[in-house]
């Protein structure tokens, strides 16, 4: 199968300019102005953009979290996905106790098996950090194609810091980056223990029992390890102005830092838990929504380059039946997770490039190509020859207003309901096979479930 793409607008994380690209099977072959030659397709992309297609690194699918599990399997939660002009996920892996992180990757990657629809990797959370696990380190990066290790400074699972310190060692003597959720569990415990007190247990104290400062602390505390060891750490789901500065302090002493933030982040604020009729419920994540300072930070952390990578975190549970299962009265029993694969790629390029808080290019950058190159993804986030044919057709043009009817997510809710896009994807081709197709007023989805594959990542090099 071929496709002739013509007449598009190429961006790419450093400049954009006008082009055909051929494709043959998987791969992009060509690239240049008024190709000539047979394609079994031929797309008419004049007037738009030809984006690599987007990377969600940051997914919970099916993942079984405080009595219940996230909604999204591998076929739902990647047909949502490539409906959004996400071709790449890599879903978080979370290690079962007295688990092997080969038994771990192994057995995530048969649910997976026959369902997924574009291409997807692995993070194992390290959750039973034995000794041999910390051995294993070196397998999992070399023979695994898992690079990236994710770890908690909270919950019951959380890492303690000599564990870390021991992580960090091993992932840089083999090419490993850990990957952190950073905030300080004393200070949650501290805080829940006095609204539980108080009787406050509304959704809003969520919010109140995380406060910016407990995300401050544990970076700058993991920050220090990083600065012991030599390695390198990723901060996931970066959410507040004051943890941004402690990245900032830690990238201007040369410590290899990174960090992602979500479209939550950017956009939302803590006044969300306030809705009515426990419409707050839907929004109660961790870390929490923050405020309008925080958002305009995290904008100008990304346009910056301090902030690397866009991830959308996405654990979906119904906000009826799932969201009030245990919590209706007690917002710490309310699971954490909300959806966002599928408004990734919109929601960024009409609250940011449209917006001017960020460039085209710089778009590209944070969705596809730098976060190919932070996790590995060789083939990966570029339109250029050689690499897979992952690519949206994007009309800078087409308004859609985000609506949970017209979207694919297996949830009954987005946190983004009424939002008016400027911009969408109207084809989504991965490896080459067109997976969606815009229709009247919302892209269908035309792919072939189980064609997407586990790829195997390459080690860590820092840059």
């Known amino acids: 199968m071929s496709v002739m793409f013509k007449n598009g607008l190429v961006v790419t994380s450093t400049g954009s300019y006008k082009a ?3 494709v043959d099977g998987d791969t992009i072959k060509s690239i240049g102005t008024e190709l000539f030659g047979q394609a079994d397709e031929v797309v008419d992309a004049g007037g738009k953009y030809i984006l690599p297609g987007a990377i969600d690194p940051h997914t919970h699918l099916a993942m079984p979290f405080m009595g219940t599990h996230a909604q999204d399997d591998y076929e739902t939660g990647t047909i949502a996905a490539a409906c959004g002009g996400v071709t790449t996920v890599i879903d978080f892996d979370l290690q079962q106790k007295g688990e092997s992180l080969e038994e771990c990757v192994e057995r995530k990657k048969s649910w997976a098996d026959g369902k997924a629809v574009v291409d997807f990797s692995l993070h194992p959370g390290i959750m039973d950090p034995r000794p041999e696990i910390i051995e294993e380190v070196k397998k999992a990066v070399r023979d695994y194609g898992t690079p990236s290790f994710k770890v908690f400074m909270v919950y019951d699972f959380r890492v303690d810091d000599a564990t870390m310190i021991k992580l960090l060692e091993a992932t840089k003597k083999y090419g490993g980056l850990v990957q952190v959720h ?5 200070v949650i415990q501290h805080m829940n223990e006095v609204f539980e007190k108080e009787g406050k247990l509304d959704p809003i104290y969520h919010a109140k029992s995380r406060p910016n400062l407990a995300e401050e602390e544990a ?11 030599g390695s390198s750490l990723y901060v996931v789901h970066l959410s507040s102005m004051e943890g941004l500065r402690k990245i900032q302090e830690a990238r201007m002493k040369g410590l290899r830092i990174y960090a992602e933030t979500c479209p939550q982040y950017l956009l939302l604020t803590e006044d969300r838990y306030k809705e009515p009729d426990w419409q707050g419920a839907k929004y109660v994540m961790s870390p929490p ?4 300072e925080s958002n305009e930070a995290l904008w100008k952390g990304i346009a910056g380059g301090d902030v690397q990578v866009l991830a959308t975190d996405h654990c979906p549970f119904d906000f009826k039946g799932k969201k009030d299962m245990f919590g209706r009265d007690d917002y710490k029993k309310i699971p954490n997770g909300a959806p966002g694969i599928e408004t990734l790629l919109m929601v960024l390029h009409t609250e940011g490039v449209v917006r001017g808080r960020i460039t085209l290019e710089k778009m590209v950058d944070v969705l596809s190509t730098g976060t190919a190159r932070m996790f590995g993804l060789k083939n990966k986030g570029e339109i250029a020859v050689g690499k897979d044919a992952d690519i949206v057709v994007f009309d800078p043009k087409q308004n859609f207003t985000i609506t949970c009817s017209k979207l694919h997510m297996n949830v009954d809710y987005t946190p983004f309901e009424g939002y008016e896009m400027k911009g969408m994807p109207v084809a989504v081709y991965s490896r080459g096979k067109k997976v969606a197709q815009w229709n009247k007023d919302q892209l269908d989805f035309v792919g072939e479930k189980g064609r997407g594959r586990f790829i195997k990542r390459e080690p860590f090099e820092g840059f």
């Not at 950073?182 to 004393?186: K, L």
Request: glycine share 0%; no cysteine; hydrophobic share 50%.
């Open 219 to 229: 970076i700058a505390r993991a920050a220090k390890m990083v600065e012991l060891t």
């Open 20 to 22: 055909d690209v051929f």
């Open 182 to 186: 950073a905030e300080n569990v004393y």
């Open 289 to 292: 929504l923050r405020t309008k």
